[in-house]
């Protein structure tokens, strides 16, 4: 059985409506991160964060006025997971190690009839945090420079700077969408932590994945029809390989929608982050990486790619056949 | 068969490999659970249901109880001790878990350079001082090396290194590197003391490793207990024996303290209007007239002062001003005791000690410590035995102070200052003020493993309680089956046979995941079952890349032989583009990551490798041989 039996669908001829999305996401991505901000977690914010389990569920009202008398009355408070468990977070303080003791032993002593179980604690010095954040930067630096040199040697430069911008597109919408469910829905407790920067790098490996993969078929349809119109083979190729795409990232969706679902607490970040990430990295092959990469060759090397009368803008597939066997 | 047999014999091996390097971890797991099925808990817990206890006295029931279940658990030790070197063997070759699984402690501590530096220094003087406070803040700021800036304050201000170290003849260079070396050996010698106590601590696989020049985490799986952790690494262990001043002088010094602090001048005259008799005035006018005795008070009956414990930052501040300073003679220091000496109106106070500055002796000499109960008292007890070196000057140090007190001094605590009674030949010496044998404990084991070079800082730490450890392992179990179950089903319903030769693959892809993490004694973290998971998912994609172009050529008429064969060569390229590009993030993931975000770089790099293999190489034989036994069509979907 087969999805997408040989489709001729024109891509690229309606890129420019796909810019425009594009850029509306990443616009309204980018106004919610610098009006709301981010949530950064622990790691990078520093401080002193506890997971706490109460039994019976305690009222967080009362926790917050607690936390009060001994000077933490900014403390953040949210629940995490189950409703009887709580997430407290404060700010770093000179007390250094010692601050999560206080505030269990406060807690302990203000609410006597309550069982408290510490289920995690994290401690972060603020030098720490800084140098997590650095470490996190470059690592999506690094690794942008590896995939731009990798690409240029087996493609074209330009190619590579497509797939290159096409990550950036993939990491700025991903981020925007943290920022924006982050803010509508609290509950799924979206924080950039040092997870969440694991899972940005991966969704840069699996956008590349899929980008080349497209790319590849390109590389090889040109080198079949030479001289053909440049948009119409790859039209050609991103029929091709659509079979192949929507089955790989429809495999990875589901997956990372289990991992999301069933994952836990601590996973949801990376799962959402990721689903954000397979969806896009999809999509951005198709209209940043080779979309640029054709506009390129408009726009800068000016070679016209406009269409005949006749010409469908999508290479027949009919006509690759015996092509390929003339070739044989 | 004959042109696939090399492949058919790797994969073989791979196979063989594999489970050769998962069954201890397998074997680790059946013992684990063989020892928890006879430790009798749950026969224990049985019984005590069906049994009531006998009648007796309360004191008894505690020895009762702890008789019943050794009773109990008798089998288990058995079995352990039959089994003990297999059991050990076992654990060590697991597949580990990660503390975000098992629970535990992940601390990174930071030797303090500059401390150190400060340390080092002789001649110390107010530029000095200066330059200090200066580094210190910048270190606190930036990551750069506080050695560095030293040299850099230093250099601005045009003044030479050797002015506080080394020989005076050095230029900055060798100046330079002697604290270069220095600073680095501290870092080292830190780390093996560390090392050291938490060994002897008993922790089971405890991991301690160097991180950048100053750095070094200390990993304790299944461990909770924060503040003992804290003491067992932070503790400097710097134990000295020190002289106190004599009582008379101790308290003319105060006497002429509280003066200053009331603002008279005629320090001696009034010295005689002792503290007693103004007991009968009103409080307030006793504060006005003795701001240090209303701060400091003198024990009843003895000799000795004490300080309420939120007071003490007051008489630090309060000892170190410019006047009160002129008055207490230079080789007076100012400590605490260790422990509260005793509780008044809800608050504790701390015995405050005036010693001579300089030590008479220091731990150094000190080779062996032990904790025990005191045989008299049964009080804890860390008695500790010195080198012939250090007991010969322990002998002369007791010799000639009998009847006075000792100090024992550590971390700049004062743990007991005992009256000499008799000049002490053999050089032992004892702790005691401890709280439990716990303490006494901690304490001993500190003092073997020797003092730190340098203070250190726990600049991170990370707590993570047992049962979060459970549930994530749940979590990431049920997410991993459900998932795979997913992608199983899809792969056999879409591509028929060859799905499930691809899934055949997976299930492989699964085992060689598992196996290359425990030959490479990997750590399986929570992240890492979530980069497993991934994994499973794009591991497919080899797979479907190849069947669409499998299918694509079978529609241009192609044989099935020729179809497969185009099929694998032509998805070769893109197969290898897109995986290199993924090992290249993985990588530099696994190079700027840490603990956790590393063992998910680490399974993502691994699952690349182990699913190309199962992809391509796996997947291709299962075809060739149907091929070569006849087949003429496979249903590729």
Known sequence: ?328 | MRKNRFKIILIVAAIALALYYLYPTYQSASYQRKLTELSGQLKYANYLESHPLPPMPDSLKQAYLDSLKSSFSADSLQYYDANANSIVDAKLKRIKLGLDLQGGMHIVLEVDIVKMLDDMAKNKDQTFDQIMQQVAAQSKQSDADPLDLLGQQFGQRGIRLSRYYGDIRDDNSKVMSYLRDETKTAVDRAMEIVRNRVDQYGVSEPSIQKQGSTRFIVELPGVSNESEVRQLLQGTALLEFKLLEPTDVVVKVYQAIDNILAGKTDTLATAADSVSSDSSRSQEEFAKKHPLFTIIQQIPNTTDFAVFENDRDKLNRTLEREDVRRVIPSDFQFLYSAKPFGTANGQKYYELFAVKKDAELTGGVVTNAQARPDPNTGQPNVEMTMSSDGAREWARITGANIGKRIAIVLDNAVYSAPVVQSKIPNGSSQITGMANMDEANLLSIVLRAGALPAPVDIVEERNVGPSLGEDSIRNGVTSGVIGLGIIVLFMLFYYRTGGSAADFALLLNILFILGVLAAFHATLTLPGIAGMILTIAVAVDANVLIYERIREELTTGKTLRAAIDQGYSKAYSAIFDANIISLFTGAILYQFGTGPVQGFALTLMIGIVASLFSAIIITRVIFDIMVERGATTINFG
Do not use: C
Request: charged share 20%; net charge positive.
């Open chain 1, 1 to 328: 059985m087969r999805f997408f039996p040989r489709t001729s669908v024109d891509f690229i001829g309606k890129r420019y409506i796909w810019y425009t999305v594009s850029a509306t996401l990443i616009l309204l991505g980018l106004i919610t991160i610098a009006i709301r901000g981010l949530n950064y977690g622990i790691d990078f914010k520093g401080g002193t964060e506890l997971t706490l389990q109460f039994d019976p569920a305690p009222n967080i009202g009362s926790i917050r006025s607690s936390l009060d008398k001994i000077g933490f009355g900014d403390a953040e408070i949210k629940t995490f997971g189950a409703t009887n468990q709580l997430l407290i977070r404060v700010k770093a303080t000179d007390q250094g190690v010692v601050t999560g003791d206080r505030i269990i032993g406060q807690l302990r002593s203000s609410m006597p009839a309550t069982q408290i179980q510490l289920l995690e604690e994290n401690k972060i010095g603020p030098k720490i945090g800084q140098e997590l954040r650095r470490d996190a930067v470059l690592a999506v630096f690094y690794s942008l420079i590896a995939i731009l040199f990798y690409v240029s040697i087996r493609f074209q430069f330009i190619y590579a700077l497509g797939a290159v911008l096409a990550l950036f597109h993939d990491v700025l919408i991903t981020l925007g969408a943290v920022g924006i469910f982050g803010w509508l829905v609290p509950w799924l407790n979206l924080e950039i932590n040092q997870t969440m920067v694991a899972a940005f790098l991966t969704l840069v490996g699996y956008s590349m994945n899929d980008t080349v993969v497209i790319f590849d078929r390109i590389r090889e349809n040109l080198k079949i029809y030479k001289g053909e119109n440049l948009i119409r083979v790859m039209n050609r190729s991103i029929n091709d390989t659509l079979s192949r795409t929507i089955i790989t990232s429809g495999t990875a969706f589901a997956v990372l929608l289990v991992l999301l679902i069933f994952g836990g607490e601590v996973t949801r970040g990376f799962a959402f982050s990721m689903l954000i990430g397979v969806v896009t990295g999809t999509y951005s092959s198709i209209y940043v990486a080779s979309a640029i990469v054709v506009d390129y060759n408009v726009y800068v090397k000016k070679v016209d790619l406009r269409l005949t009368q006749t010409q469908s803008p999508v290479l027949e597939i009919e006509k690759r056949y015996e092509v390929a066997a003339k070739r044989a």
